[in-house]
């Protein structure tokens, strides 16, 4: 797992909330009691869950020390606990778990969703979202400079960090466990200034197992600067200059 700047995060946090406003939306839960966001980042989905159920007592999880105080101090009344979602196990059963685009990091979704589901209570709701954007020009162009011999053994696992699979999968893993299943895919055409501003955008989420895994500043940059000249010609500017950047978003409703 990959350490987190809020601050490079959020540089492009309303793109980054529009996921989970989608989301939420097609919750169907009126009045739950107990919520807990995993993942929970710097708290900008769990924001929206406060607002929409002010009276439910809310909670957010993430691995992120640097995430959870950023979010502590947008929202200090919600309850904020630093754990591993591959390891947690509430004392008791919550009425919705929600996840914003974190549960990607996580390997072996075969146990882990089915998991997640034995957390909640009767008529209880899984609502997540996850990027599945990894066949992008811009996530084949990471693995390709990952494969230059000056690095390749030491990104071997940053190639392999994010786990999607398709929808299928998890109608597959969750049918038996599941009263309703809702899963669909969106993609989203983020208007960007520039083929850098995509390089930004990577730098908040999935170039960060690969610079962190690199350790030195010019290593890092070199990596960058090679991965920055073929996403200008993956991403070509419009008449007006602006760059289009296609990100697809799996997302499910699950209720138990």
Not at 54 to 80: F, I, N, Q, Y
Not at 152 to 178: G, M
Request: charged share 25%; aromatic share 10%.
């Amino acid at each position: 797992m990959p350490s987190w700047d809020p601050n490079q995060y959020l540089k492009f946090a309303d793109e980054r909330t529009r996921p989970a406003v989608e989301l939420l939306a097609r919750v169907p839960l009126e009045n739950p009691k107990r919520i807990v966001d995993l993942g929970c980042g710097p708290g900008n989905s769990t924001a929206l869950l406060k607002k929409r159920w002010p009276k439910a007592e809310v909670t957010g999880m993430d691995r992120s020390a640097e995430m959870l105080a950023a979010a502590r101090e947008k929202l200090p009344k919600v309850k904020w606990i630093q754990g591993d979602i591959v390891t947690w196990k509430p004392d008791r059963p919550f009425d919705l778990i929600f996840s914003n685009a974190a549960l990607q990091w996580l390997p072996d979704h075969s146990s882990l969703f089915p998991r997640l589901m034995e957390q909640l209570d009767e008529g209880g709701v899984l609502a997540l979202q996850m990027p599945c954007n990894q066949y992008s020009p811009v996530h084949q162009i990471l693995r390709e400079v990952a494969q230059d011999a000056a690095w390749k053994q030491d990104l071997k696992a940053a190639t392999r960090a994010i786990h999607v699979e398709p929808p299928a999968f998890y109608y597959n893993a969750l049918r038996d466990v599941a009263s309703r299943i809702d899963l669909w895919e969106t993609e989203y055409q983020h208007v960007m200034k520039s083929a850098a501003a995509i390089l930004e955008w990577m730098r908040g989420t999935a170039l960060r197992p690969y610079l962190e895994a690199l350790h030195d500043e010019d290593r890092s940059l070199h990596f960058e600067q090679m991965c920055l000249a073929r996403i200008e010609e993956a991403y070509p500017r419009r008449p007006d200059g602006k760059v289009l950047f296609n990100f697809r978003r799996l997302f499910l409703v699950i209720s138990r």
